[in-house]
């Protein structure tokens, strides 16, 4: 759906975005990177804000900028927190419906339906400027899915959500995903998008560091090992029956002793061999975990490489 | 005893407290900085000064191909019958649309960008009173447009004291200098005071902005328009009626203005001295009355400053 | 669509809190239009009308143009609501003309309120239909015009109300009187034009106010021709700078 071809995007002499390649299909993908990245660049970019300096950019084949075509294929909840402040929250999703294009009637059926799905029912016909963050939050992403667009783009969406709020509309999104939807949602909380989607574009300093699959990233970063953790009574005889593997880099012993952490290469070979080494010499494991295998370490691997 | 090991964690502040003072100058200077930061306050700042530009240009070759060329020369030159006052009553009152323009520059969002902003909030959580906040808005506006009328008039000032005393600049009027003291303080007063009123009101400069150029130039045009009524009933050999002479006070531009004429005492003249005829007052407007325009001058711009404060809340209101 | 476009403009500029300040001018030229034989003595009803109307209401026009119209764009811009506008499939063109009408019936709305005031208040009751019906021609038109004019400035300057206000009180005030050919440069000469107001006798102070004292000699046709290919000329080129350049919420410029 969304095709990037070297794009560059300069201010000035600052650059935005440098030389971004990547492609973006059906599926949640989070758009990650610290303040300053270059995420709302791209999502600028994307949905036609901006021109990029240089590279080609397209979506549904199509340039963005100032395109309606795109647009009647695409919602896009901002990051900024504007409203016609005098206006309730109804109507706001109804003005915006009817410039998609809908009729009276059909704007106020959708605008009833989407305000449900964020649930704001019963909030809906007060005036925004009295809203709380995350009831204007919900507001915005009901804009952006007024006309059930194939592309959704999601720009800070979680900022003011409580913890229910966040829950439910992670769920929404992922039935958005499950029937086909593109869904390009733009964070730096990384605990939130884990929970939402392995399938990322990870942005540093204007620059693509990496676009794919979080395990496939993992593992393709050789340079930092993984890291995993055995739970056991038995710690030191865990030891002594791994040491002799040889995808270990090092081992270390918890202060408790109750459990050892390693640091292996090639993760899968060690687990291949993990079920000889000590599963078959009566060694009572109590649990395994990765603590590195999410998307924090990948962020700060890549990051810091 | 104590440890080798240097204690290198955070510590909070533990030495005296003291209650803060000149909570409002830390405003003012942050409004000032802001404006002056701006290239436009520079643009309009220096077009306020352009009538002064003009009259040097015209003492300057008065002085050089008229004065100078023998006795008729000298009959017909301006300086035989200027009033000096006059010449800063004329160049104060050609600068009041670019000194608004600072003002709408400076002003109009001064509050209102603070209350889009919900800065307030910020500003009120500190030991910052509202009377703190209105002081500092305030001399935010007032101290650099005072600063940009002070500053041409005292050159000038000075210019002419050294130039033309032979010409009576010193003569005409010794006290001039403390009055135009009291001069150079209007437009600051006025301008700050009713731009934080107005600008109290909205929560977008923009439209801060608009009410104030709205109160600005339709007002001006009542002022116009009594300038001609004055001008062609006079013309006719007519006495104007008071409510003509009153009404062209009654403005943005024509109160300051006033104040300008009690505070000088003068009626005005011609914009450009006319030889022989410097002093002619014939077509402007008398001097106001004092008793009536002085307090009200003061009433508006306390008024003002009293709707600023009224109108900031810590809390958004949501109606 | 483009009804909702142009209805959501409408009445966001319609509004009762927005409409007081017009309606308070109103007012106040009626209170003058009233007593306008005071300030102009001698003078006729006709004359009368066409003093106040020239003085306050072709300028009250010039005044609602330059600050409803200079900010259709720029309002949304630093509100940062542009980027729901602009990210909807609406052509950008269709979103900036259809503002531009509404904005501007706005504008002649209000205008046309204060000239039949105005009206009603030298003729004590509505008098001379014809010069009322003139005016009102003048004052939509001119209401299109400005509107372009100012909406143009407003899409190509940050501070454009600053720039729009010097237009329409020193440029559109000075040009009018100025000898010879200059004061075709200017709107109000063609509104003259069109309103064909009864000129103000030997009163030349009058005659500068009510911005007759240039030599316009332009007819009523003229007048409207050349307003309607101005307003077209500029709105065509304001879409076609609107679609080709990119418009991003930022701070308050003003």
Redesign the interface.
Known sequence: MITAVNVSRWYGQVIGVNDINCEIGPGITALLGMNGAGKTTLI?LI?????PTTGELRVFGLEPF?N??V??R?G?C?E?D?????YNGREFVR??A????MNAKEAARRTDEVIDMVGMTERAGK?I??YSKGMRQRIKLA?AML?DPDLILLDEPLNGLDPVGRREFMDLLGDLANRGKAILVSSHILFEVEQMTRSLLLLHRGRLLATGDLGIIRSLIDKHPHQIRIDTDEPRRAAELLAGLPNIVSMKFDRAGDSIQLEVREPSAFYDALQDAILDKNLAIRGFSSPDNNLESVFKYLVES | MASPIADLTYRNYDGPLEPPINRWWAIAKLSMKLSMKKKGFWVWASFSTFWYAILLIIFYVNETLVTSAGPVGQKASIFNTISWKDQFLNAFNESQLFLFILALLMGAGTIANDNRAKALLVYLSKPCTKLDYVIGKWLGIFVPMTLVTAAPTVIFYFYCLMSYRSYGFWSQDPWLILKLCGMILLPGICYSSISLAISSMFQQGRLAGGVFAGLYFITYFITAAMNGAYVSITMNNNEAPSIVKNLFYCSVDGIQNAMAKILLHTNGSTQIPIPGQGGQAKFQVPEPSTLVFVPAFFLICGLSVLIAWSQIRAVEVVR | MELAIFNQAFRENLRFKRVIPWIVLGVICTLFAMNWETFQPGSDKAQQYGSVSSIFVFHILALTSAILTSTIMTQEVEQKTIVYLLTRPVPRWKLLIFRYLACSLVVAILAIIDAVMVNAGVYSGIGSAANLGRDIAALTVGAFAYGAFFMLIGLLFNRAMIVCLLFAFGWESAVPNMPGQMCYLSINSYLQAIAQHPSAGGNKPMGLLSSSAGDNTLSSGTGYIAMIIFSVVLVVFGAWWFTSFEYLPREDAE
Do not use: S, V
Not at chain 1, 47 to 51: A, E, I
Not at chain 1, 98 to 101: A, F, I, M, Q, T
């Open positions: 600028r949905t036609g804000q901006l021109r100032a309606p075509e647009y009647r695409m896009y901002p900024i504007n409203f016609y402040e005098h003005y915006l009817r410039l998609d294009g005036k400027a009295g804009q006309h």
